[in-house]
């Protein structure tokens, strides 16, 4: 595959709820697999704050929130209460007004609005993440999506990947039938997109030779980006699939809307006392997430596991040797590069755990 630019493309987090270890595996896996890419070639990340928040999945909660608590100063709330009220949301039902979901709709598409509730959690995140040592995601920036609504629908429609409905009041979907792939709902009746509308709006003005999309998500979310692939490929876009397991918390894996994720929040392992410093946090945080839970695996999150490998990222830290050299560094990242053109993090990140200690710019990358 000739790559001239790796653009890392991972599913967006709507801001409704704390970091849970799922989400912490996922942006590690992404921050590790961009910088460690990079010093081989070209790679961009493409996170847009729109791509998750233009959704009915964040709008909904909204419409929500302003209706029981319309006086609530957000400033004051921490992550975590906020998620409790998300949890509560879909509880009771998760419905509402689909006029008033449509005006918060318009709002973001117009100005990038964000609902001072999802902006709290968003400067949450970034406190946490900043103190993880995860780079700039962008999440405190607002920027259009690549292209309107309306023209990536009807580039859509010219090469014969919808089923349109609206004429009659109807929906649209996506049509991969042509790949034995269901259809797959892309505008309901209301005229409220689905969160695959905003990522083909982002992705596909930015297809270009030599450019390949390295699209990360959970498997939960795999049928969908199936279909997004093969879009992409029906525009003349080249794209590699990566999916990851969720992270069992309780023994059980379940979305962030029903719960479960007290005492495993990111605010709550970055909470826990110890000796270790920040570098060794940062790398032991990486030990566990990319090291101990493989991109696949269902190994339930273990409080204990991950206090013992930010223990022996200290121990690690001590004994690295003080001599730098480039042509290690760059040895090692080809070692770990997949076929596709990426650095795979787990095989990277365990080449950390033999018995000869980590040279120390590699160790840089990790804290």
């Given at each position: ?19 849970t ?8 896996w ?11 070639g ?50 009771e ?37 900043d103190?993880?040592?995860?780079g ?6 607002d ?71 390295l ?18 490929t ?37 909470a ?47 004994r ?20 596709s ?8 990140t ?18």
């Amino acid at each position: 595959m000739v790559l001239d630019e790796l653009v890392v493309a991972p599913v967006t987090i709507t801001p409704t709820k704390p970091l849970t270890p799922t989400h912490v595996k996922g942006l590690l896996w992404t921050d590790i697999l961009v910088k460690a890419s990079a010093s081989l070639g070209r790679v961009r990340l493409l996170w847009n704050n729109r791509m998750a928040t233009l959704t009915t999945q964040s709008t909904a909660f909204w419409h929500y929130l302003d209706r029981i608590e319309p006086d609530t100063d957000w400033s004051r709330e921490s992550a975590a209460l906020i998620g409790e009220r998300y949890v509560r949301f879909h509880a009771e039902g998760g419905k509402s007004d689909p006029r008033a979901v449509g005006a918060y709709l318009d709002r973001i598409d117009e100005s990038g609005w964000i609902h001072p509730a999802s902006r709290r959690v968003l400067d949450s995140w970034r406190a946490e993440l900043d103190l993880l040592g995860v780079g700039d995601l962008g999440l405190g920036k607002d920027r259009p999506l690549a292209a309107p609504a309306a023209t990536t629908l009807d580039a859509l429609a010219e090469r014969g990947l919808l089923v349109d409905h609206r004429r009659f009041g109807g929906p649209v979907h996506l049509d991969g039938t042509r790949w034995g792939l269901p259809l797959r709902q892309l505008v309901g009746s209301d005229g409220h997109p689905n969160y695959l509308l905003s990522i083909l709006r982002e992705l596909i003005p930015a297809i270009g030779p030599g450019r390949v999309f390295l699209l990360v998500f959970d498997d939960g979310l795999a049928a969908d980006y199936l279909l997004l692939d093969r879009m992409l490929t029906a525009f003349g876009g080249r794209s590699v699939r990566l999916a990851f397991s969720r992270v069992p918390v309780g023994g059980t894996v379940r979305s962030s809307r029903y719960g479960g994720w007290s005492g495993s929040t990111l605010s709550d392992l970055s909470a826990v006392t110890g000796s270790a410093d920040r570098a060794a946090y940062r790398l032991g945080m990486r030990l566990y997430f990319a090291g101990v839970l493989p991109r696949r695996s269902a190994q339930p999150f273990r409080m204990q596991l991950l206090r013992r490998c930010v223990g022996r990222a200290a121990r690690m830290l001590t004994r690295a040797p003080a001599d730098a050299d480039d042509r290690s560094l760059v040895a090692t990242l080809s070692r770990c590069r997949d076929r596709s053109g990426f650095v795979d993090p787990y095989r990277l990140t365990t080449s950390l755990l033999g018995p000869v200690p980590a040279a120390p710019e590699l160790l840089r990358m990790y804290t």
